[in-house]
């Protein structure tokens, strides 16, 4: 059975904290993102990964920033908590194809800045 | 630029009767086209997808979704709901390769009541 797993259910930080998101995918799959959800909102794209190393900025990238040192695992790290970013946050990931690949999506992270 | 709108933001509905969630889009170029649903508590899973082919595609658990090309439209469908479909539905669009993106509806809120 296909998983992607994100470190923590839920998240209690402080502004001006560093906080770390991680997720690791055991599909092998080359595309990973991270998407933030809000109520009214939908999901929105901050960042994603098409390879180690490798990152593109999404729709909401600022206060955020990526890591991807190895292929299964993918991090999203606020470098300043701010109680805007108070949100649940979604790690996807996928293969790389002609476009119809599924994304197979982690339980999410909800993250409360106080 | 594209678009996708779920014009819905909540749908109750009693158990066994018909349901229709919307979804239309907006784009110049042909996208796949993708309806996830996320249970109370749990990440997205996909329930259908269209690539090409056949204009009408189904989920193993009952809800199909039409295809119209001309009305951008790609309306989620189940004849006879139960309790188990209570969950929020995003509708999600992805432009063909060469790009990584996915748009995302606002998504559906479907309570069925006994």
Redesign the interface.
């Known amino acids: 059975d296909v998983k992607v797993t994100q470190s923590s259910r839920y998240l209690v930080k402080r502004t001006g904290e560093k906080v770390f998101l991680e997720c690791v995918q055991d599909m092998d799959h080359e595309n990973m993102f991270w998407y933030r959800q809000d109520p009214g909102l939908g999901l929105r794209l901050i960042y994603f990964s098409y390879d180690v190393k490798m990152k593109e900025k999404g729709d909401i990238p600022e206060g955020y920033s990526v890591s991807r040192e190895k292929k299964e695992r993918f991090s999203l790290i606020l470098e300043s908590a701010s109680t805007n970013q108070t949100s649940m946050y979604l790690c996807a990931s996928s293969s790389s194809g002609t476009g119809g690949e599924t994304q197979y999506f982690g339980p999410g992270t909800r993250l409360l800045v106080l | 630029a594209q678009s996708v709108t ?1 014009l819905d ?1 909540q749908v109750p509905v009693f158990e066994e009767a018909p349901v229709e969630l919307r979804c239309n889009y907006s784009s110049s170029v042909s996208v ?1 086209l ?1 309806w ?1 649903v996320q249970y109370p ?6 329930l259908l ?1 269209y ?1 090409s082919g056949s204009t009408l595609v189904k989920s193993i658990n009952g809800f199909e979704a039409e295809f119209n090309k001309s009305q951008t439209s790609f309306h989620l469908r189940k004849p006879s709901v139960h309790i188990s479909d209570t969950a929020e539905y ?1 509708c999600a669009v ?4 060469g ?4 748009i ?4 559906t809120r479907l309570k069925v009541l006994a």
């Open positions: 779920q933001s796949y993708f996830y508590n749990q990440g997205l899973q996909l997808k690539l995003f992805r432009l063909p390769p790009t990584y993106k996915y995302f509806g606002t998504g």
